[in-house]
Every structure is written in C-alpha cells, then in structure tokens.
C-alpha cells in the first residue's frame, strides 16, 4: 500500500482496539516517527464516543492516525493554552473520509454533527477523536463489507452496498489516508467551510440531548471550534458543545 510520505505503518491481524493500542504505543514511549497509522483487520472492541462501542464487523476498516505535536495538525489548531485544539479534527476528519467515499458512491456522503459520515441516510462511518500526552489520535472505523443491522441509534450501511460491488479495504485505506494528509494544513475557515457546505440540516429545526437534558433550535451551522450553533425559538443564540443531534 502507497503511504503519503513520511508515514509509517502498523498493521495488525486482530487487536482490542486500534485507539488502545495507539495510546498503548504513545504512553510506552514507541512512536518514533509519526504520523503513524495503525491499522487492523479485525477490532475486538472498537470503541466510540463517550465510552460507547463501536460494531467492529469482518471485512470493514479500523485504524487510528498518530500525529504528533510538532505536526502540522496540532500547530495548525493550536489555540492559545499551548495545547493541541482537537475540537475541528472530527470536521476535517469527516470531510476527508467524505471525499474517498465519493470516489465509490454516486450518493454524496453528508456530515452529521459531530462526527458521522452518512450515506443515504446512514452511518457508515464514524470518527473518534482522542489527545494523549500531546499526540493526536484519529481514529476512524468505516463499515466496508458488514454494517450492524440492529441495535445502533442511526440505521447503518457499508461502502459494498452503496457501491454495488466488493471494495478493497486497502484501497479505502490508501485513499483516506491521502485525503487526510492533504487536510492536515488546512486552516480553520476552509474546515469548517467544507463540512458546512454538505453537512446535515443547516437552517433545520434539531433537537441535541445532553443526557437528560434536551435544547431545541434552528441549526445555523458551527463556530470556529466545531461547536454547534443554535437559534432557540425565543431567538436566543446558543452554543452546543457536545450531545447528540436530532431532526424534528
Ligand atoms: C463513533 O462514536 O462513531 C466513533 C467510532 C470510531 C471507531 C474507530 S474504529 C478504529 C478506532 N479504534 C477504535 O476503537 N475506535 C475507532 P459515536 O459517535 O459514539 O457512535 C457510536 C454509536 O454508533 C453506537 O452507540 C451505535 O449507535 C452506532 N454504531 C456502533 N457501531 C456502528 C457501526 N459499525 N456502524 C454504524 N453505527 C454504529
């Protein structure tokens, strides 16, 4: 498989997870080159957002990109603290994964806030998003050959259905990761600027639970953190920093 330069490459049979083992190597002191990919052919326990799972199935996509914090990804979203800002990561992530979708898919991927990729509707790919000791890690799972068909909050869909034909992992995998580099010095304007223009429900009436809290507006799309941003019906407007989003 072709690498965008300067990458390195792990791969693995089975492993837990591929955002474990990246923390994993980070704590032990074992990136020696980054941006390193690790990826897997089967995931054991894939995990997503907010200490919820993510269906690893046979045949489909897992890995986590390490980039480090002398890269281009962090400097480029450093914000004031000196700390890596992560918070747009999910939204150039999402775009990156888009635009490889496209290339099998006559139905343009769209973005839902924060980080999923839907197809028709669909989730077929989702982004978690982790910083351990100043590291940056993207993981992103993408259902190839196998979606779950139960039991998810979206209804899910593979890449191999909406193509019509057997798509090769790795060359997803080649082609994301291109898509990804080319991003990485991106600045914050033509992130956001990207997701915006295909992302879900802008200028629709959304409903975001936080728990059990909920907040109802009109979506008028996200600032320059990747934060959402609603018009309550009393004109009001809020900011939404995390929870889950809803059409109504
Ligand atoms: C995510 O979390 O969507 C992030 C998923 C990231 C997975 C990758 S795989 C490689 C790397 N290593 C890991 O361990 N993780 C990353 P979240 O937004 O919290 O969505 C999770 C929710 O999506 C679940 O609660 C389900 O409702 C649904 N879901 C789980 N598995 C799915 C799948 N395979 N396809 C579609 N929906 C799924």
Redesign the pocket.
């Known amino acids: 498989m072709k690498l965008p330069n300067g990458y390195s490459l792990i791969e693995y049979i089975s492993i837990d ?4 083992e990246a923390r994993r190597l980070i704590q032990g002191g074992k990136v020696k080159n980054n941006p390193l990919v690790i990826s897997a052919k089967s ?1 054991i326990s ?5 200490g ?6 046979e045949g489909n996509l ?3 990109v390490v980039v480090g914090p002398e890269n281009r990804i962090s400097n480029k979203l450093r914000t004031t603290n000196h700390d890596p800002q992560p918070s747009l990561i999910p939204f150039l992530t999402a775009t990156a994964i888009g635009e490889t979708l496209s290339n099998f898919t006559t139905t343009k991927p769209l973005y839902k806030w924060p ?2 990729v839907l197809v028709s509707g669909k ?1 077929i790919s ?3 998003i982790e910083v351990i000791d100043g590291y940056v890690i993207v ?3 993408i ?1 190839i050959a196998n ?2 068909i139960e039991g ?3 209804p ?1 869909t593979c890449l191999n259905n909406q193509a019509g034909r057997q798509v090769q992992v790795e060359e997803v995998l080649e082609l994301l990761l291109y898509n990804l580099d080319k991003r990485i010095s991106n600045d914050t304007n033509d992130i956001i600027s990207e997701w915006t223009d295909f992302a879900y429900g802008i200028g629709k009436k959304v409903r975001v639970e936080q728990g059990e809290k909920e907040i109802i507006g009109i979506f008028q799309g996200i600032d320059e953190n990747g934060w959402l941003i609603l018009e309550t019906e009393t004109g009001r407007r809020e900011v939404v920093l995390f929870g889950d989003v809803s059409w109504i």
């Open positions: 997870s591929t955002n474990l995931q894939g995990k997503g957002r907010l919820r799972n993510w269906v690893s199935l897992f890995v986590s980080n999923d989730k989702g982004v978690l993981g992103i799972g259902n979606h779950p998810t909050k979206l899910a």
